[in-house]
């Protein structure tokens, strides 16, 4: 992927990640939930397209179940609404907890499914590969593991249906074809991972005094773009410790939506979710600003 | 799909017989809430003689006529399922002695319990009835019920802004009620039954090993709300049952006290200290 964001220093980008997941997975306030939920969604479908469409057919589903089962295990909250047939309350507090969650994970996959398509391999073995080789290699190699599993998959799948015609028609034999192309991409994925290790091995991977040759540099703008996140997150997180944003769910739902400090807050957190799609629709602009020039 | 069943026959035949014996095992013993007895599943009917013998013999024995037939019971069930599983007669064994059980005499030596783990009710005091084998007979009786968390107030600076919204400023949440019951109702079922027509929050969860419902929380004040040994636990006429509220049959002219602890009961009158009467 390469657009205004994923060309920044990977540090950045890592940097702008942790900070958005990070606060997406401790803010239940719903304003808070809400502008989280939006800033993911948008910058998903910028990095995922059409691909998002598809992602959303298994995080909605996972959303309504947490939604209906909150309610079924938690019986907390002042304003009971029913009964259930086995006597304990359904209450009002429950649902929205329920609900808020939901948003809650929802947003974290969606932030994530655009973390995949930013932070490539050579990203991660670029940041870890100096402090902790094996987990940077470890982490490439784990974030590359299932879509190559499953492209591999679809192959060794062609393959034997080639080589074993008419095997696959009854049930059990259909079972038997799947076990046996597993089988076959649990050895391959082993042999996968014991080239790659040699390979690197055999390069000096992690070798005292070795140095690597990366396209990264760490421009002017990348230090002043993280010095902007970094002192983003600072404040929402002085402002979130300093309890200028208190909201809880038991025993009723109280909190504040409103006031100056929340707005100050929610403004300077649209702001450190929106800074991959504004700084991709400030190059644009510039784009065609220069083009208008010729 | 007849090929793969002649091709797999035993394999399908084993599946159903594992099957079959399983639920069998599992209506017959009935025994989830019951302590495995582990020297009966050689042989369960020389060891369950000597585990009615003792039942007989101690003085609180509460149920004598399940203890006065166990061999026969025991053997019976072991003739008709002797070639299944060592599980069926483990079941089997531990549903001849429901009376006493006693899994490590020799090492601990610990209190006589009965089938739900309740230690002997003392002297002049009413013995657990299962809520499972009462009946409830519509014939009215009265009795006295209230709803306290007192015990909380002496902390109540130290606790959370979420806890201390549910707590009422003198610590009643339900002052004392003269209220009717029918026969055969629990100290549960009453609580249960209050809390809907008075629009009090209460939510429990059923425990089976206890027999009994475990209240976790009333009017939204939670178990450990206010510490590790904070929890609800109920008195009647004075008296801390040592078995659960879904046991205790409500007599007419009870006074039923339900009771917020901080400290594992020491704080309000009742002296188990790990045991919560819930």
């Known amino acids: 992927m390469r657009d205004a964001f994923s060309d920044r220093h990977p540090l950045v980008n890592l940097a702008f990640f942790a900070a958005a997941i990070g606060f997406a997975m401790f803010l239940m306030q719903p304003v808070c939930l809400t502008v989280a939920a939006v800033c993911a969604l948008l910058t998903a479908l910028f990095y995922n397209g059409r691909r998002t469409t598809a992602l959303l057919k298994f995080i909605l589903p996972t959303a309504a179940v947490i939604i209906l089962v909150n309610p079924l295990f938690n019986h907390r909250g002042a304003t009971v609404l029913t009964y259930f047939p086995w006597g304990n309350p359904l209450t009002l507090e429950s649902v929205l907890y329920g609900i808020a969650s939901a948003v809650l994970i929802a947003t974290v996959a969606l932030w994530c499914m655009s973390l995949n398509r930013v932070m490539t391999t050579d990203k991660i073995v670029f940041l870890f590969g100096k402090i902790a080789p094996s987990l940077g290699l470890l982490l490439s190699m784990a974030l590359r593991f299932i879509p190559r599993f499953a492209a591999q998959f679809k192959e060794t799948m062609a393959a034997q249906q080639q080589v074993s015609q008419g095997a696959g028609k009854s049930f059990v034999g259909r079972i038997k074809a799947g076990v046996r192309v597993f089988s076959v991409m649990v050895s391959r994925s082993m042999e996968n991972a014991v080239d790659t290790s040699d390979s690197m091995k055999s390069r000096g991977y992690g070798l005292k005094g070795r140095t690597a040759f990366s396209l990264f540099r760490f421009y002017a703008k990348d230090a002043v773009l993280l010095a902007v996140m970094l002192t983003e997150a600072a404040v929402l997180s002085v402002l979130l410790l300093g309890g200028k944003l208190p909201f809880r769910y038991y025993p009723s739902v109280k909190g504040a939506i409103g006031g100056v400090w929340a707005f100050i807050f929610y403004g300077i957190y649209a702001a450190l979710l929106l800074t991959p799609l504004l700084l991709n629709i400030g190059e644009d602009v510039k784009w065609k600003r220069l083009r208008s020039k010729i | ?278």
């Open chain 2, 1 to 278: 799909m007849k090929a793969f069943f002649i091709k797999y026959k035993w394999i399908c035949i084993g599946v159903l017989a594992a099957a079959v014996i399983l639920t069998v095992a599992f209506v017959t013993g009935g025994s989830l809430n019951r302590e495995p007895a582990p020297q009966a599943v050689t042989t369960p009917a020389t060891t369950t003689a000597p585990a009615a013998t003792e039942a007989s013999a101690a003085t609180f024995a509460s149920q004598p006529s399940s203890a006065a037939q166990p061999t026969t019971q025991a053997t019976t069930q072991r003739t008709t399922k002797a070639a299944t599983q060592p599980t069926t007669k483990a079941a089997a064994a531990s549903q001849a002695q429901p009376a006493t059980i006693k899994p490590q005499a020799a090492t601990t030596a610990p209190k006589p319990t009965d089938a739900y783990r309740t230690e002997s009710v003392p002297e002049g005091k009413p013995q657990p009835q299962e809520p499972q084998e009462q009946t409830i007979i519509p014939e009215k009786h009265t009795c006295t019920f209230s709803v306290s968390c007192a015990s909380v107030l002496a902390q109540k600076d130290t606790l959370s802004a979420s806890v201390k919204e549910v707590v009422p400023d003198d610590g009643v949440i339900l002052p004392p009620l003269s209220l009717s019951f029918n026969e055969g109702e629990s100290v549960f079922d009453v609580l249960a039954r209050v809390c809907r027509e008075q629009h009090i929050h209460m939510e429990y969860t059923n425990t089976p090993i206890y027999n009994s419902a475990y209240i976790e929380g009333i009017g939204n004040l939670y178990e450990f709300d206010c510490g590790a040994g904070s929890g609800w636990m109920y008195r009647v006429n004075g008296w801390f049952p040592n078995y659960g509220s879904s046991r205790y049959a409500v007599k007419d002219g009870d006074v039923i006290e339900w009771l917020y602890t901080c400290d594992l009961g020491r704080d309000i009158g009742g002296n188990y200290g790990d045991q919560t009467g819930e």
